[in-house]
């Protein structure tokens, strides 16, 4: 019986050629995966409202109920009968930092899934930094690329992937400053508490962030039975389970369980959290968190996020 | 097979032995290789998958540890037994067995009657026939038979509780093999010497081709030969047959139902055959023992039995006294019971009414009765007491001063009493006070020395009579006697002369009191007597008889009743096995050993063929089953705890602790806090009472005469009046009392008018007022007629007569009037006279006790206590009734408020009397008390 899941891109240590290489190699394919993505993205855009954060007017808009009365601007609503809301352009130019956790156990494909969580974790990536850099936001990502704002931001950050391949791990944040987005993806497998631990003083700090779990089917679906050795990709450890079959149910309540209060956390934070397993579209959480970072309301994942 | 000494029993289980290597690789196989599956979130599996690590292969060293485990199990069924016994006969005449299967068998009887089988296989095997002789058997039939029969014989056989007879039993194998020489005789001896010593020589004296002496261990032949009381321990003697090396046993001293009440134990010196142990006990304890037993050695001969001789003896005692309570060395009882208390079981009523309290103590059987000072006893219980003494009871009558008052026809002592006492000594008289002379020798307390300082002051005298010295059991120095005695029946009638408390003699506070009561009591039967049925003969039935086992058993079997003659001791036979003979009333214990017997080992001295000795089988060939499964266990206990230790179930140990704290600490807390609940103990009734207990109330006895009744009420409602108004005591409304079924005991004084028209109350009645009186209240009689005193004579009025009807069955003391010096005349008024609505009948109470030695010029007599009755004829409830309005309802007789206000006194005065006794008789004497405080 062939195993489910296996490790795609063996990473021998030491070997920063070979992996390099590799990288380079895989780099451009999630480039024009990543721009093709994008396109789907802004293809289905229509007229955007560049309304936000900002020095400038933009409109005046009447008043809805549930809006902040300070927001009302009494001046021009004093002329006629009805109650204004002035909207100013978004027109600061925001700084978005991107990051994926390429550890060792994002390596993961299994037959469920359509590509490594790895894979899929570049190309939400650079995807992201497509659209963001088209809408003329800074494009950075921690300990790799200082934030820049260019249309080629996705190439290169691309390109200087290749040069400072990213590591496993949470980031170096501390040269993010002021109000800037962090986009994180990962699988997150680390125990909630600790994650927590290093994400709690990010948010502290002002920092919105945005998290993304890249999960393969079968690390939640369990669909393994009988006598079965497990092996952590990251620390080595092996565990037997004499009839995997008996432990499903329990697994898949813990799994669901961590992650149920790691969103939870999240959102604690003011956080944004969206759940993606590589078997889905790429897309979808594409969609998710953009609508996120340009203000909106996500609509319902299959995470069941705000 | 038998160059080595070491066989199996079942060879063939050893073949199971190949079956080790098909063992060996079942413990080899191993579970099925896992696949192997790379998996990131294993941390979220871990927490939910149970660690099971099955090592891929065990450790070659646990595999050893089980094919060894399997070794041994296949080793132990095989059964190895090391030193097997051969068939060692010899064939040339009949086998001979003589089996002793007396009481020191009974311990090791398998292994006996196992040897004996080995034997009687043998000679089956060689096709010998068999001669089996039973030693303590009654039956020795020697007739050599064949082996099934003999082995028969050996099955039905049984330990014996007796000594071997093996005399006859050799001559009856004499006999029996009538001449032939038996090839081989075994003799499968206890190894106990018989007293005539001659049994190897007999034996030998037949012989035999081959002669055996077998011997069990001699360690269980131990034996329990006498047992002595001293004054502190029970010294029982012990005999043991294995001498070498010291030894030290427990002996248990039990009760009659198999308690163990008293421990000891025996140390044999090394060398001694002879040793004995001491039972600490109080006498008290000692009393209650009925056997003694070598803990550990279940014999015949290890356990003695104990008979009544050791028994105490049930001793009732009586008092006529009232005063026992508040005042014990006043009473006579104490001294009684201070001097019998430890060696005899002493039993006192419950009830004070002797109507019913004589029939209780005479239905727990006493051996004795003691009776202090009763002058009277109700008249249906003389009938019970002499049938009980015509049964073997011993009365035992102290005298007083109501036994000096009573009557002289009273059936119940030894010999004719002069009326009233003789005093030694006094103002006038020249008698001194006597010494006691030297008692008699025919009486028991003779061997006592002369007693010195005792002085008897006051005794009763003996009308004399011709036999009157032989019935001396004591006499004062001028030949009065003190004790005398009678025989009734088959019971006895003792009476000292002299009263049982301190104030007639110093006898009671002399250690000769405690000798002449002890000798009393052991002259009395021993068994309890009751007061119906005859008395019984000496032919005592078995009762219960010792098997060999040293158990008592109620099976009788063929034991023939003991005869038991004077100056002979029985001895345990077949006949009269051990046990104990008599009935549950009464028996007689036989012991298998006589007195002080000593066990001693067979004499083989001298013997003129040799002989060998050899012990009993089994003794040598032990088997090692037993240790190769015990190794097997403890292997498997070993391989068990390996296993689970490999599981990881001691590192999950410490969630579960925890959790078992918590659960003992809530368990714990569940068990700590139970709800207290109290019984509910309350009576119907007890309302009433405790209204009465209250206060106190003035209580007269409702007569059953409408108009004597009311005036009686009218009367204590005018003394309530009268004492509330001019002491402290305020007492309750005056309370009626039925006589018969109300409780007489909360009231201090009860008004009793006497009228010859009222129905005569019951005898039970009677019987409650004695109670009564007796136990400390007091009973005012008013026979309201002045016209006839009660010390006319001459004359007496119907209500006098009623009078003594009623006292006629109530034990009363000696009377006189209110001497001039009683207390009643000072308690709170100074009065001289108690007038009534009459005047001038006197107010009689007990007479007080004259010592003569007080001064005449103190104010009042000290007495003791409260005179249980008083008499008077001045109808003070006429003169003390008063109506609704307070008005008095009859005038005085003569008219004279004076004499009503003097009559209230004396209410006053009798009310006090009654709260306060002797107290106020000491408050006169204050003054002098503060002027020598100096204030």
């Given at each position: 019986m062939a195993a489910i899941g296996q490790i795609v891109e063996p990473t021998p240590s030491g070997d920063v050629l070979s992996r390099a290489q590799s990288r380079a190699r895989l780099i451009p394919d999630c480039m024009v995966e990543a721009k093709r993505i994008a396109n789907t993205v802004i293809s289905g855009w229509h007229g955007r409202r560049k309304r936000g954060i900002g020095e400038n007017f933009w409109q005046f808009r009447p008043y809805s109920d549930g809006e902040s009365l300070s927001r009302i601007d009494w001046r021009r609503s004093a002329r006629d009968d009805h109650t204004y809301v002035r909207d100013r352009e978004w027109e600061a130019a925001h700084t978005i930092w991107l990051w994926a956790d390429l550890s060792p156990s994002m390596m993961y494909k299994s037959k469920f899934g359509s590509v490594s969580k790895e894979s899929r974790a570049l190309v939400l990536m650079l995807a992201l930094a497509e659209i963001l850099a088209r809408s003329g936001e800074r494009i950075g990502c921690p300990g790799v690329m200082e934030p820049v704002s260019a249309r080629n931001a996705a190439e290169r950050l691309a390109t200087a992937l290749m040069h400072t391949p990213l590591s496993g791990g949470l980031p170096q944040t501390a040269m993010i400053r002021g109000m800037s987005d962090l986009v994180l993806i990962g699988d997150f497998l680390d125990p909630a508490d600790q994650i927590m631990a290093r994400l709690g003083p990010l948010a502290r700090r002002g920092l919105r962030g945005h998290v993304i779990e890249i999960a393969d089917p079968a690390e939640e679906s369990f669909p393994y039975a009988g006598r079965t050795e497990f092996t952590d990709p990251e620390t080595g450890e092996r565990l037997t389970a004499g009839r995997a079959e008996i432990v499903r149910d329990d697994y898949r309540r813990a799994y669901i369980a961590r992650r149920d209060s790691l969103g939870e956390n999240l959102r604690h934070l003011g956080w944004t959290f969206t759940p993606h397993r590589t078997d889905h579209l790429a897309s979808e959480a594409l969609v998710a968190v953009h609508m996120y970072l340009s203000g909106m309301p996500g609509r319902a994942t299959h995470g069941g996020q705000l | 097979m038998s160059f080595l000494p070491f066989i199996f029993a079942n060879p063939l289980m050893l073949a199971a032995l190949v079956a080790l290597p098909a063992i060996w690789w079942l413990l080899r196989m191993t579970p099925p290789k896992p696949v192997v599956e790379v998996f990131p979130p294993l941390r979220i599996l871990a927490s939910v998958l149970k660690r099971e690590e099955t090592p891929s292969k065990s450790p070659w060293w646990l595999t050893l540890l089980r094919m060894l485990m399997a070794a041994a199990i296949i080793f132990a069924i095989a059964d190895p037994v090391f030193n097997p016994r051969s068939n060692t006969l010899s064939g040339s005449g009949p086998l001979a067995l003589v089996i002793d299967n007396s009481w020191a068998t009974s311990p090791d009887w398998q292994r006996r009657v196992e040897t004996a089988d080995a034997l009687i296989s043998d000679a089956e095997e060689k096709d010998l026939p068999v001669a089996v002789v039973f030693t303590a058997d009654q039956d020795h039939n020697a007739v050599p038979g064949s082996a099934l029969t003999a082995r028969n014989r050996l099955a039905a056989a049984t330990p014996q509780p007796l000594r071997p007879d093996r005399e006859t039993a050799v001559n009856a194998l004499k006999t029996a093999l009538d001449g032939t020489a038996p090839g081989t005789l075994a003799f499968l001896s206890d190894g106990i010497e018989a007293a005539d010593g001659k049994v190897m020589t007999e034996l030998a004296a037949l012989s035999p081709g081959n002669f055996r002496l077998i011997e069990g261990g001699k360690d269980q032949a131990v034996a329990i030969s006498n047992s002595a009381n001293d004054s502190e321990s029970m010294v029982v003697s012990a005999t043991r047959l294995d001498t070498a090396g010291a030894r030290t046993l427990p002996v248990t001293a039990y009760d009659t139902r198999g308690r163990a009440i008293a421990n000891g134990s025996v140390a044999f010196a090394a060398g001694e055959g002879l040793a004995k142990a001491t039972l600490a006990a109080p006498f008290e304890l000692r009393n209650d023992f009925a056997r003694v037993g070598i803990d550990g050695l279940a014999t015949a001969g290890g356990t003695f039995l104990l008979d009544d001789g050791f028994r105490r003896r049930r001793v009732a005692l009586l008092s006529?006294?009232?005063?026992?309570?508040?005042?014990p060395l006043l009473s006579p009882l104490y001294y009684i019971n201070r001097a019998l208390a430890p060696y005899a079981d002493l039993i006192q009523p419950n009830e004070a009414d002797m109507a019913v309290s004589i029939p209780e103590l005479l239905a727990q059987k006493p051996s004795m009765l003691i009776m202090a000072?009763?002058?009277?006893?109700?008249?249906?219980?003389y009938g019970p007491i002499t049938k009980w003494i015509e049964n073997g009871g011993t009365l035992v009558r102290f005298a007083g001063p109501r036994l000096a008052a009573a009557p002289a026809d009273d059936p119940l002592v030894p010999v004719t009493l002069r009326q009233g006492e003789r005093a030694l000594g006094g103002a006038l008289s020249w008698s001194e006070p006597q010494p006691l002379a030297d008692y008699p020798a025919l009486s028991p307390f003779a061997g006592m020395p002369r007693p010195e300082g005792i002085l008897v002051k006051r005794q009763v005298l003996a009308e004399p009579t011709a036999d009157l010295s032989a019935r001396t059991w004591a006499s004062l120095a001028d030949g009065t006697p003190l004790v005398t005695t009678k025989t009734q029946g088959a019971g006895r009638i003792i009476l000292f002369h002299v009263s049982a408390e301190a104030t007639w003699s110093n006898l009671p506070i002399s250690g000769d009191f405690v000798e002449m009561l002890r000798r009393s009591v052991q002259l009395s039967r021993s068994g309890g007597v009751a007061s119906e049925g005859a008395a019984k003969g000496q032919t005592l039935a078995p009762y219960r008889l010792l098997n060999a086992n040293g158990v008592l058993i109620s099976e009788t079997g063929k034991a023939r009743p003991l005869e038991l003659s004077a100056g002979t001791t029985p001895v345990s036979s077949?006949?009269?096995?051990p046990g104990l003979y008599g009935s549950e009333e009464g028996f007689t214990a036989l012991n298998l050993l006589p007195h002080d017997a000593e066990l001693k080992p067979i004499n083989a001295s001298g013997l003129s063929i040799p002989y060998t000795s050899e012990p009993l089988i089994g003794a040598e060939a032990w088997s090692m089953k037993p240790w190769l499964f015990a190794a097997a266990l403890i292997m498997l206990l070993v391989d068990s705890a390996v296993v689970l230790f490999m599981g990881g179930a001691f590192a999950r140990l410490r969630m579960p602790a925890a959790a078992a704290i918590v659960l003992a600490l809530a368990a714990g807390a569940l068990v700590a806090t139970p709800g207290q609940s109290l019984a509910d103990d309350s009576k119907p009734g007890d309302d009433i009472i405790l209204r009465q207990l209250d206060k106190t109330h003035l209580a007269y006895v409702i007569t059953g005469e409408a108009d004597v009744d009311r005036l009686s009420e009218r009367g204590l409602a005018g003394l309530t009046d009268f004492l509330t108004y001019r002491t402290t005591l305020e007492p309750g409304p005056p309370i009626g009392l039925d006589i018969a079924s109300d409780e007489l005991a909360f009231y201090s004084l009860i008004y009793w008018p006497v009228s010859a028209n009222a129905p005569m109350p019951s005898p039970a009645a009677i019987s409650r007022i004695d109670a009564y009186m007796r136990s400390g209240g007091t009973v005012l009689f008013d026979t309201r007629d002045q016209f006839s005193s009660l010390s006319s004579g001459s004359g007496t009025s119907p209500n006098s007569e009623r009078l003594q009807a009623i006292l006629a069955d109530l034990d009363i003391p000696p009377l006189e009037p209110v001497p001039a010096d009683n207390v009643l005349t000072k308690s709170f008024y100074l009065l001289s006279n108690f007038p009534g609505r009459y005047n001038g009948s006197p107010l009689w109470i007990e007479a007080q006790p004259d010592n003569g030695s007080q001064p005449t010029g103190r104010p009042a007599r000290s007495g003791d206590g409260v005179s249980p009755i008083m008499i008077t004829g001045n109808d003070f409830a006429g003169a003390w009734a008063i109506d609704s309005n307070g008005m008095p309802l009859l005038p005085t007789v003569p008219p004279d408020e004076q004499q009503r206000e003097l009559a209230f006194r004396s209410g006053v005065n009798i009310m006090m009397y009654m709260l306060t006794g002797n107290y106020k008789a000491d408050q006169v004497h204050i003054p002098a008390l503060l002027e020598r405080l100096g204030q």
């Open positions: - | 006529g006294e009232a005063r026992d309570q508040s005042q000072d009763i002058g009277r006893l109700p008249e249906e219980t077949a006949e009269h096995p």
